[in-house]
Every structure is written in structure tokens, then in C-alpha cells.
């Protein structure tokens, strides 16, 4: 056994540096509670449902999120809006379909199973319309950044004034968190800049924190089941490993005995 | 046991054996005498073979939903993780599964390392070790490729790009390899290809590597030869299949937690970024496992013969039986080669660590410290250290240590009617 231990604390000595190594730029984030971190997290309903808002009234006006369909609103783990909602959410968007009998492409509303609407056409139209930057797609933002959820949510709430020594052009504008300090998009969300459909008050960063959420669901949508299943998984091997330990003394005390 | 020659008891047993002895291979397998004084270090073969098969498994469900064009390979991923089902457990298996096998191939050699496994009669199996070690990494590199996110894109940018570095037919090669003049469609497809096809050669050489093992049969923790079958071995089912059986388990259980709990903490982050080849990442770095040959290879200067001395410090390996002039295999009895076998480890430990670091400043000079230390472990220490070491006296067989050198003939004779 002297040795098992041995390999053990090798493992997770070389795990540790190697995530060490992997998050060597270390930033001190912002810091908040995350439910869905830890070996059961769990998404906040209501914040899912929030954060949706938060993406669909400000995110949404320039940022993509092609992976991410309608139906998945209303799919257990999710926001899990009723189908209802959802076909009332999604029938508010227009798809471009086609071609027809005639062979004419149309426009008709959205269906569940239709993916979530880009504001432009194409990452060209996208970057005319933003001053060159192209606002990346949010389905895997969340799991894009290093830092992932943190620093989505310390960028959200870094914008400053700049320091007196940094100059920044038209359409430039000063994060703490952002990679050299320099964005070119504006403050996305402010107190109050928009009303909670259930009351919650809009601060800043409770705000920051249901888009977050929002975000990192759509990156990993499929995020509880892998909690559930893992926390069943290893407790059945650690059982499985209780038992084949002792078939082995068992078995090795054939030999061992006699020894 | 495995000398003895097998007779099927059945008819059709017998008789199909003659024709195809399956069944003889079965019983040499089940019989196959195994030193009894193996430790946990020996059960990382068995567990390397459950991550080739995984990976095998996993690679071909994934290869279901998989398509491999530049222009929709990371939707189909995506696709994967989202829309098939258990997509997601699949896909964190096989890339998690990828970091495993790296882990558990890693403790395999350098167990071989500190019990001289490599050494004579068992040549043949560490130089096959070294070429499975060697497509293992061609796999990893191109499977690493596939989801077409921007380290793999510039990965492969940088990687082939090292091929330039040969003279006169550099460019050529490089271009070949691509399928074109950058890395795109073409290169992608061939390295699905490729990434396809070279685990089954693994597959194939992992086979040879066992016959060759099956030869002259398993070294020990104390690396003597010993007389099979004997007291001092015991048939490899079920004393061995038990005991693997149970390490794999161990070791499963910390794959299971890297892939419910921390399913990306050892990809990077932005492999979750389509490729985009008019923007390159602020760092290119390879994978954790490749890193101490990444370090080798930037700590030269010169393009040329970085590639040489990264190359190098993986074929010096093959040379090893023949670097190492010690006649003694384990470390136990070498005082001294014990000490420098902990000296490769920490230097090992180190250039993976200034791999992952920018190539400037202190991390280049502890880089090139760490690349010439470890050349100089292998072809100077070792073939000195054979010469001058004191080892300590061998005992005469594996039961000695363990009975505290007492002969106990009777237990002995008891054990042997059991087997």
C-alpha cells in the first residue's frame, strides 16, 4: 500500500502544477458566489431566466450565440422556460427559409427548433457595424476565456476611467480586466438600464452575475447531468474499489499467508 | 503453466485447437508466471491498455458525429456536446482520456527507468515501447487538431512549420504535408485521417510489445532473473488480474473526476474559439504532456537544430540499453544511479514547467541549464556510472528480501502445490 500512496501524491503533485502552470497569469477577479460550481452545483432557475433577459435586451443586439437553439430554453437543466414561452419567444424572431415551391427563399417566424437569431448577417457585417472589432459568439464564451466565468463577470464590471497616462481613440474604452486595458465595447449594462420581469432590482452586478450564469449554461448546457452522473460515477467506483481491494487481500493471502 | 503443453479437455475443444490454438494462448495468458514482489508501479501496462481501448471506443463514437471540414468541424463538436446524446461524456472522456494516458504512459517509463526494465534480455520491448510513446504523440497532436479551435490551428501552424527547418527540401515538405500553402481543409482532413488510422497501429505494436514481454517475462522490483514458474512467481490470473484490476480502478477514479468535475482545466481556453488564421493567439503552447520536448525545442537557437535536439531527446531513449553500462537493473542496489534517476525526474519536471512559460529572460536560461542536463544524464552519466558505481550486493532470489533470508522449505513446498 506504501507505494499506491506514493503514486498518488505523484499524481496529484503533477495535476496541481499543471494547472498551476495552466493559470500562471494569475488576476484577481471579482469574486462571487457561483452555484453552479462544486460537486453538486446546480443553476439558478431564476437567475437562468434573468440572464436570458439580460442577453436577449443588451448582449443580443450585437453578439451571435449560433450553437444555442430555442428549444434548449425550455430543456431540463436550462432556464427551463415553459415551451409555451419559448415558442412565444422564439415566434418573435424572423428566419430566413427556403426555397419554396417556387423556388422563392421567405421569411416566417422562428421554431423551437430553429437556433437563436444572429444580429448580422455575417463577421464582416458584424465588424462594420462595430468599428472593426467583431463581438465574439457567446455560446462558448464562458469556456473561451481563461478565467472563464470570473472574468466575464470582473469585465462586465471593470470599465473605469481611464488612468491619466493611457490614451485611448474614439470607440476605445478603459477595463482593468480586459487584455491590455483597451475595449472597444462601450459599458454593456448599467443600473437600472433594464426591469426585471420578476422584480429582482436590476443592479450592475446582480446583472452581471444572471448574464454570467446565462452564459456559462449556454457553454455547457448539458452542466447538471455531468454533476449528477460524476457524483453516481465515482461513488460507484469507489464502492466497486472497496470490494475488489478486499477480494485481493483475499485472494493474495493464499500466498501471503504461507509466507 | 505456460511450458507445460495445453490439452483442451473437450473434443471440440482439442480438436479446434489444433487447427487455431486460441485456446493455448488463452491458458499461457491465464498461467503466465509473474514475479510475486510487483509493485503498484507494474500495474500502469495494464492500465495504459484500458486508455488505448477508451480512447479507441470514445474516438469511434465521436468519429460517428465528427466532420471533418475547416468549415464546420467546430460546429460539429459543438453539435457533439449539445444535440447527441451523452455527446458531452463521450468527448470529455476521449480528450481527458488523451491527458491520462499521457500521465499513466509517463509513470510506465519511468518505472522502467528506476528498475532498468530496458535492459538486456528486454531491448526489444522498450525500443517498441518508444515508438508506441512516439505515435502516441502523433495521435494526441492531431487529434488535438480536429475540433479546428484556434490552438489547434496554430499548433499545426507551428508544428508542421518545424519541418522548414530541414534544409533544401524544408519548404517542400512542409507544403506536403499541408496539402497546400497554409494549414486548411486539406490538412485537416489528412490528419483525421492519420489520427484514425494510428491508434490501431499503436493497437498493433502494443501486441508485439507483450509477446516480447511474454520472453523472458516480467522484470521485478529487485531486477534479478528469476527461475519461472517457481515460489517466486504466481500465475498471472488471478494474483495479477486482481491487483491491476484494483489500481485501475484507483486510477479511474481520478479520470472520473477530471471528467464530471474539471472537464477542461487541462485543455486551453482558446481551443473554444474557432480558428481564425488572420489572428494568432498571444501564446502558442502544446499540450501538457509535450511540453518538456517544447521547452528542448526552444531553448536552441537555431530553428535547425532545435528540431534535431527535440528529436534526440526522444530517439536517445531507444539507445538507452546500450547507454546504460550498469549490469545491475534496479535502482535499489545503485546507490548512486538512484540519485541522478531523481535528479532526470526533477530535471524532467522542470523543462515541462518552463515549457509553459514564455521562451525570454530566466525561463530560456533555466530551459537550457535543464536541456543540457538532460543529454548529459544519458550519454555521460549513464555509460560512466556503470564503471564507477559500488552497487549493493544482489540477493539470490526475489523470496530472500521478503523472508528476511530464512528458507522456510516447507511453506515453500506448500505454495508451490497450490500454484
Known amino acids: ?259 | 503453466m505456460s511450458d507445460h503443453e495445453y490439452t483442451p479437455k473437450s473434443k471440440f475443444g482439442k480438436w479446434f485447437n489444433d487447427r487455431l490454438p486460441l485456446l493455448s494462448l488463452a491458458s499461457h495468458l491465464t498461467d503466465y508466471p509473474t514475479p510475486k514482489n510487483l509493485n503498484y508501479w507494474w500495474t500502469f501496462g495494464g492500465i495504459l491498455t484500458f486508455c488505448l481501448i477508451t480512447q479507441i471506443v470514445t474516438g469511434l463514437t465521436l468519429a460517428m458525429h465528427y466532420i471533418a471540414h475547416a468549415d464546420m468541424a467546430f460546429e460539429s463538436v459543438e453539435h457533439i456536446m449539445r444535440d447527441v446524446n451523452y455527446g458531452w461524456l463521450i468527448r470529455y472522456i476521449h480528450a481527458n482520456g488523451a491527458s491520462m494516458f499521457f500521465l499513466a504512459v509517463y509513470i510506465h517509463i519511468f518505472r522502467s527507468l528506476f528498475y532498468g526494465s530496458y535492459k538486456s534480455p528486454r531491448e526489444i520491448i522498450w525500443i517498441l515501447g518508444i515508438i508506441i510513446y512516439l505515435l502516441m504523440m502523433a495521435a494526441a497532436f492531431m487529434g488535438y487538431v480536429l475540433p479546428w479551435g484556434q490552438m489547434s490551428f496554430w499548433g499545426a501552424t507551428v508544428i508542421t512549420n518545424l519541418f522548414s527547418a530541414i534544409p533544401l527540401v524544408g519548404e517542400g515538405i512542409v507544403n506536403w504535408l499541408w496539402g497546400g500553402y497554409s494549414v486548411d481543409n486539406p490538412t485537416l482532413t489528412r490528419f483525421f485521417t492519420l489520427h484514425y488510422l494510428i491508434p490501431f497501429l499503436i493497437l498493433g505494436l502494443v501486441v508485439l510489445h507483450i509477446w516480447a514481454l511474454h520472453v523472458p517475462g516480467n522484470n521485478n522490483p529487485v531486477g534479478i532473473d528469476i527461475k519461472k514458474p517457481s515460489k517466486d512467481t504466481v500465475p498471472f490470473h488471478p494474483y495479477i488480474v486482481i491487483k491491476d484490476g484494483f489500481a485501475l480502478l484507483m486510477f479511474m477514479i481520478v479520470f472520473a473526476f477530471f471528467v464530471f468535475y474539471t472537464p477542461n482545466i487541462l485543455g486551453h481556453a482558446d481551443n473554444y474559439i474557432e480558428a481564425n488564421p488572420l489572428v494568432t493567439p498571444a501564446h502558442i503552447v502544446p499540450e501538457w504532456y509535450l511540453l518538456p520536448f517544447y521547452a528542448i525545442l526552444r531553448s536552441v537557437p537555431d530553428k535547425l537544430l532545435g528540431v534535431i535536439a527535440m528529436l534526440s531527446a526522444i530517439l536517445i531513449l531507444a539507445a538507452l540499453p546500450w547507454l546504460d553500462t550498469s549490469k545491475i537493473r534496479s535502482a535499489v542496489f545503485r546507490p548512486l544511479y538512484k540519485q541522478f534517476y531523481w535528479i532526470l525526474v526533477a530535471d524532467v519536471l522542470i523543462l515541462g514547467y518552463v515549457g509553459a512559460m514564455p521562451a525570454e529572460g530566466l525561463y530560456l536560461l533555466i530551459a537550457r541549464v535543464a536541456t543540457g542536463y538532460y543529454f548529459i544524464h544519458f550519454l555521460v552519466v549513464l555509460p560512466i556510472l556503470g564503471f564507477k558505481e559500488k552497487t549493493m550486493p544482489l540477493p539470490l532470489s526475489i523470496t530472500e528480501p521478503v523472508l528476511g533470508g530464512s528458507p522456510m522449505a516447507s511453506a515453500v513446498k506448500k505454495k508451490e502445490s497450490l500454484n
Not at chain 1, 104 to 133: C, H, I, T
Open chain 1, 1 to 259: 500500500m506504501n507505494n499506491i500512496f506514493k503514486i498518488i501524491y505523484l499524481i496529484i503533485f503533477i495535476i496541481t502544477g499543471t494547472i498551476q502552470v495552466n493559470s500562471a497569469e494569475k488576476i484577481d477577479y471579482l469574486k462571487t458566489d457561483w452555484s453552479f460550481k462544486g460537486l453538486f452545483g446546480k443553476f439558478d432557475r431564476a437567475s437562468l431566466q434573468r440572464g436570458y433577459q439580460v442577453y436577449k435586451e443588451v448582449c443580443a443586439s450585437c453578439h451571435s450565440m449560433k450553437y444555442v437553439s430555442f428549444r434548449n430554453l425550455s430543456e431540463p437543466g436550462g432556464p427551463e422556460f415553459t415551451e409555451e414561452q419559448v415558442k412565444a419567444i422564439a415566434a418573435s424572431y424572423e428566419v430566413n427559409d427556403g426555397p419554396n415551391s417556387e423556388g422563392e427563399m421567405f421569411l416566417r417566424p422562428a421554431k423551437l427548433s430553429d437556433k437563436f437569431v444572429m444580429p448580422y448577417e455575417n463577421v464582416k457585417a458584424a465588424q462594420a457595424a462595430n468599428g472593426g472589432a467583431y463581438p465574439p459568439d457567446m455560446s462558448v464564451l464562458a469556456k473561451a476565456r481563461s478565467g472563464g466565468v470570473d472574468y466575464i463577470y470582473s469585465l462586465l464590471l471593470g470599465y473605469e476611467d481611464a488612468p491619466s497616462d493611457v490614451k485611448l481613440d474614439d470607440g476605445v474604452y478603459y477595463n482593468k480586466f480586459m487584455y491590455g486595458n483597451k475595449i472597444k465595447m462601450a459599458e454593456p449594462i448599467t443600473d437600472d438600464l433594464i426591469e426585471y420581469g420578476d422584480g429582482t432590482p436590476a443592479t450592475k452586478e446582480q446583472m452581471a452575475k444572471d448574464v454570467t450564469t446565462f452564459l456559462m449554461w449556454a457553454a455547457e448546457p448539458h452542466l447538471e447531468s455531468r454533476h449528477k452522473m460524476g457524483f453516481k460515477a465515482i461513488l460507484y467506483l469507489i464502492i466497486l474499489t472497496v470490494l475488489v481491494y478486499f477480494s485481493m487481500k483475499k485472494i493474495w493471502s493464499r500466498i501471503e499467508s504461507e509466507v
